[in-house]
């Protein structure tokens, strides 16, 4: 089979020729190494969490940066103790977990991906660090590119969804957002992608579980945003807290030597997951805390997070012939370059007005609720219920309507709630709104007060239930085996079901939730994944109708728990679904042996999911025109273009989000059943029609192949134009 191959190792000799031409921040990186005693170098490697109490640590030389600090007064103490006390003046860096947001808060990751709109995603993370880098914090723990397709793992609110390709537009958007055009600017900075690999995959969903993916797996799926955002200038990244294949990631010289800095060329700082390295020795890969330093640094990382293994046995380990003094220059030399380029060295303090000046802008709070806005996902409109344009008096109910902690999501350590508009705060200047909360929180399942709020309901035009999850029920350390409502909560949705009035629910969740009782329970359901500050303004917009829902799900959403993982971008079986599923209801009793029509499904929710990936409705219809290739025979310089028509049906401008998905029918590997390559937002007034035109690289076809290279097999291709990862009718082209 000719094969059209991609020479990657051009990529790795012009990385290497790039890195041989000394920068003048190289020059200054040397001279100042060239000073360092090894204690010193080793005090760089270190990252402590804390604030004015570690000032003596950094007098010492024995910390490189802080994190969990955000008190301006004790970030400026540390580092006067830095720059003017310690023998060398090497400035602190400080860092945060600044996810989405940082007074400001914006929707969770996982919402902006159901933007499908990375310029919002992109000034959302400007936004975050003008906040940020306003309080002292030059450096984030994020994006979280790990690629996940089990929603019971909690982490899945912090990244974007189980799809690689939008996994990539989202983390670039958020690298440039965070890190502006110059890491010097003093309102930029330094990401760090995260976690660094296949953290998404935990078995069974449970966080921190051990993960098998196979190196193709790795390459295909895992590893794309990783080096898409590293070859965009992300300056860190973060080794994952799990092991692949036997190996912990913070001690696997193969991911971070080989691939990361050998085959990508990448020269950014690597820091571990908070004591990753201590923690392998849990895993069983290391003897103790020693071990972990030595495995650690010789696998290629630079700093350590809230291990104390570097500090304490670096120099033990250096005598000993362990670590060669080379790799602890390595790693310093990340370090310092990183500080360099940040600037601190000429700015390390911060002024301690800044932020009065920039959290809550008003332009802040606008974007914040414009993507919310965008995040939102319409996923059932019986009989056109919404918008609410004609109710005048509406019933609000339910623990999540007036919760402005809770909307705000995990991970959010320095958002106010007092900052915080909720629904029933912004509904209030819509309609007469009666409030009745019939449950006090998510997990509530006190049923008392339903006979209230039923009695509620018969004053009103229209009910609107907000429900979901606390914040704390997802991020880290938050999975779940059962996705379905907390609580009372589908017990409030059948109640008013019953109330004969029309039922919006709004789902405010950190993840997607088994929602299927609830949607038979309701005539609309919008879902929001934790808006974030202006979730409010921007739920009561698209209820009123000032707003028409775009948002797309960034992840299928499932039936039953049962199902997970599951997602769209499957291989196939022997044996796909070819629409014969018997259900259990099917089968009679003492039924003779049989293979029940012999294909993957489930005998109980049988094999498709409850909504597909790419999936959200609009208060329009969008007609899709059959797509027409430029061409159906390319070759492997080519570009596929493929034009279609898209129609506005409906009485609302309202914006599209049109998918192009492609399959590589036959591969010396068994291929994805499809794989989204492209997508983009389409505003179309009333009635209007409009021609689209998508372009793709056939080079955009390479995948990971038996041979393990990066190449595209010619052969016959398989393209979808539509509104969702389930829907249209594909067209032919071959590569030849
Ligand atoms: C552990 C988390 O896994 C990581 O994402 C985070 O950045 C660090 N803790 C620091 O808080």
């Not at 029933?424 to 929180?441: Q, S």
């Not at 109708?545 to 196939?572: E, I």
């Not at 955009?700 to 290279?709: G, I, K, R, S, T």
Request: charged content about 25%.
């Amino acid at each position: 089979m000719k094969r059209v191959r991609f020479i990657l190792s051009i990529a790795v000799l012009l990385a290497a020729t790039s890195c041989t031409a000394q920068t003048e921040t190289d020059k200054r990186v040397d001279e100042l190494l060239s000073k360092m005693t090894l204690q010193e170098k080793i005090g760089q490697m270190n990252q402590l969490s804390g604030g004015a109490e570690l000032k003596n640590e950094a007098a010492a030389g024995n910390v490189g940066s802080i994190l969990n600090c955000t008190d301006v007064k004790a970030i400026n103490i540390v580092q006067k103790a830095a720059v003017e006390e310690s023998r060398l003046g090497i400035p602190i860096l400080v860092a945060r977990d600044v996810i989405h947001g940082f007074h400001t808060i914006f929707p969770i990751p996982l919402g902006q991906a159901a933007t499908f709109d990375p310029a919002i995603v992109e000034k959302g993370a400007r936004i975050s660090a003008v906040e940020a880098t306003a309080s002292g914090v030059r450096w984030t723990f994020s994006p979280m590119l790990d690629v996940a397709r089990d929603p019971r793992w909690g982490r899945v609110a912090e990244g974007s969804g189980e799809d690689p390709y939008l996994d990539v537009q989202m983390g670039v958007a958020m690298v440039k957002g965070y890190q502006g055009d110059d890491l010097s600017d003093p309102t930029s900075m330094a990401a760090c992608i995260k976690h660094f690999v296949g953290y998404g995959a935990a078995e069974g969903g449970r966080d921190y579980n051990s993960t098998m993916i196979s190196e193709r797996s790795l390459r295909n799926t895992y590893f794309p945003a990783f080096k898409a955002t590293a070859e965009a200038g992300a300056a860190t990244l973060m080794t994952s807290f799990n092991e692949i294949d036997g190996v912990p990631s913070t001690g696997n010289k193969w991911l971070l030597k080989d691939v990361l800095r050998g085959e990508w060329g990448w020269d950014g700082m690597i820091v571990t997951d908070w004591n990753s390295a201590g923690e392998m020795i849990a895993h069983g890969f290391s003897r103790d805390l020693k071990h972990t330093a030595e495995q650690a640094v010789n696998a290629g990382v630079d700093m350590d997070m809230m291990s104390y293994g570097f500090i304490q046995y670096i120099e033990e380990l250096v005598k000993e012939g362990k670590i060669s003094e080379k790799e602890i220059d390595r790693a310093v030399r990340n370090i310092l370059k990183l500080k360099f380029e940040l600037g601190l060295f000429e700015n390390p303090y911060v002024d301690e007005t800044a932020s009065a000046r920039v959290d809550y802008a008003p332009e802040h709070l606008e974007a914040a609720k414009q993507c919310a806005v965008e995040s939102a996902i319409l996923l059932q409109n019986k009989k056109n219920v919404l918008p609410l344009d004609k109710a005048k008096t509406i019933l609000v109910t339910g623990p999540l309507a007036d919760a402005p902690y809770e909307q705000m999501g995990t991970w959010v350590f320095d958002g106010q709630k007092e900052h915080t508009v909720t629904p029933l705060t912004a509904l209030r200047e819509e309609y007469n709104v009666i409030w009745e909360p019939g449950l006090k929180y998510s997990r509530d399942e006190n049923t008392k007060d339903f006979a209230k709020v039923r009695k509620a309901a018969a004053k009103a035009d229209a009910v609107v239930v907000f429900v979901g999850e606390e914040s704390i029920l997802s991020g880290e350390a938050h999975s779940l085996s059962n996705l379905d409502l907390q609580g009372a909560q589908s017990e409030l949705i059948a109640e008013m079901s019953k109330t004969g009035k029309p039922v919006v629910v709004v789902v405010m969740a950190g993840r997607p939730l088994t929602i299927e009782r609830d949607l038979a329970n309701c005539d609309a359901m919008l879902y929001s994944f934790h808006p974030g500050t202006m979730g409010g303004p921007a739920l009561a917009d698209l209820i009123k109708g000032k707003a028409v829902p775009s948002g797309k799900l960034p992840m299928t959403f499932l039936r039953d728990a049962g199902q997970a993982p599951f997602y769209y971008n499957h291989n196939n079986t022997g044996r796909p679904n070819n629409g014969t599923e018997t259900l259990l209801k099917d089968i009679p009793v003492e039924a003779g042996q049989t293979s029940l029509g012999c294909t993957s499904f489930y005998l109980d929710t049988g094999y498709g999911p409850l909504f597909p990936f790419g999936y959200g409705l609009s208060y329009t219809t969008f007609e899709y025109g059959a797509p027409v290739l430029e061409k159906a025979e390319l070759s492997e310089n080519d570009v596929i273009r493929v034009s279609f028509d898209l129609k506005n049906k409906g009485k609302y401008e309202a914006t599209e989000v049109a998918q192009l998905y492609v399959q590589d029918c036959v591969g010396s590997v068994v291929r994805p059943v499809k794989e989204l390559k492209r997508f983009e937002r389409i505003t179309l007034a009333p009635g209007e029609t409009k021609t689209v035109t998508f372009e793709l690289p056939v080079a955009e076809l390479a995948f990971w192949n038996f041979d393990m290279e990066y190449v595209v097999e010619p052969g016959d291709f398989r393209l979808w134009v539509a509104g969702d990862s389930a829907s249209g009718e594909p067209v032919s082209f071959v590569v030849k």
